[in-house]
């Protein structure tokens, strides 16, 4: 099931705008859901998804619903969209890593 893919701190990353950094200190300190497996964390994307929810109910303060859990504010499919746009971007960012720099 695809909600239920694990995603690195690079990809939570990518998909929030926020520094990877960031997702390692909220995920030590258990403000972001996820697991550590030996040294990596990892975060299942439906558990992502319902985080930023709930994050934007708390930040509305009316406890309006926002999605169904595969969308996200608005019931748009957007959200979920950029969310596999980040996972793409992120995945490249650490191929390119793996290889290593370019060279002439």
């Not at 694990?6 to 990518?14: C, D, G, N, P």
């Amino acid at each position: 099931m695809l909600d239920d893919e694990l995603l690195t701190i690079e990809e939570v990353a990518a998909y929030l705008k926020l520094r990877p950094q960031t997702i390692y200190k909220w995920a030590q300190q258990k403000r972001l859901p996820g697991a550590k497996f030996g040294k990596e964390w990892r975060f299942k994307r439906s558990e992502i998804l319902a985080w930023v929810n709930d994050q934007i109910k708390k930040s509305r303060g009316d406890g309006a619903p926002v999605g169904d859990g595969k969308r996200l504010a608005g019931g748009s499919k957007e959200g979920a969209a950029e969310l596999e746009r980040g996972t793409r971007r992120a995945r490249g960012a650490r191929k390119r890593k793996e290889v290593g720099p370019e060279t002439n």
